[in-house]
């Protein structure tokens, strides 16, 4: 499934799997969720090898479409691809602390329909959010807590598992406020916090080159070599040794 926010441009790619020659046609079609709702526009259709790339943008927030594809292939065939879009309105950035995992790609994850059941209590057929931030950012203010006691946050590149841990919190959170989280969901978040155990124990390490929490730099002993000249050692490292 293909998701967007309504002011959102986004650049598409539709895969055939054969040799495309010309691009035939690329249409919107509403599925009627939003009364009154507006098509996105669609444009710089191209091909590109087996693909059909174009872009999005506009739509109305809340409503899903049908995009329709339809290509001819080198060989003089016509084809026809289908993909959904949903165009959610996700209001402004998360937090710092929710930054290890995106609103779209937990939506894109856990799909469009389980989101909204988990945070739609008002019953508008839509995806809340702020519900879905506030459960991101929960998730990563515990994932801050136990990284910050091994590293210095905020981390300087990416750590995949860290998003991973995130989708699982959060999802836990959303499920939590219906009283019935399936059971695969609870050991997922059991795991996930074993896991930040581990990282908080230094079991686990981060990838190669993210910096040390500064007690952490300060505890490391201090190593002379034979032959070499003794190091000037400041104030504040003797008061740590």
């Known amino acids: ?36 709702s507006e098509l996105p526009v669609i444009s710089a259709q191209a091909v590109a090898g087996s693909a059909v790339s174009f872009r999005l943008s506009g739509g109305t927030d809340g409503e899903r479409y049908t995009i329709t594809v339809r290509a001819s292939t080198a060989g ?9 879009l949903a165009v959610i309105e996700l209001g402004g950035e998360l937090p710092a602390a929710g ?32 519900r879905l931030a506030g459960a991101l950012a929960d998730a990563g203010a515990e994932i801050d807590g136990h990284v910050s006691a091994r590293y210095a946050l905020p981390l300087a590149q990416p750590w995949p598992l860290l998003g991973a841990i995130a989708f699982d919190l959060a999802m836990i959170r959303l499920w939590q406020a219906r009283s019935d989280a399936p059971a695969g969901i609870v050991e997922a978040a059991r795991n996930a916090r074993a896991q930040l155990k581990l990282i908080a124990d230094g079991r686990v390490a981060a990838p190669a080159g993210t910096a040390p929490a ?13 032959g070499a000249s003794a190091p000037t050692l400041s104030s504040r490292t003797l008061r740590n040794l």
């Open 1 to 36: 499934m293909l998701i967007k926010q309504p002011f959102e441009l986004k650049q598409v790619s539709i895969a055939f799997g054969v040799a495309l020659s010309a691009v035939i046609s690329v249409t919107a079609a509403a599925r009627g969720l939003v009364a009154g």
């Open 76 to 84: 003089g065939e016509t084809r026809e691809r289908d993909a959904e």
């Open 99 to 130: 930054a290890y995992l995106s609103p779209v790609a937990l939506i894109e994850r856990a799909g469009v329909d389980l989101v909204t059941r988990l945070t739609d209590e008002d019953g508008l057929g839509r995806i809340d959010a702020a």
């Open 214 to 226: 500064a007690a952490e730099a300060q505890s490391q002993p201090v190593i002379f070599q034979p």
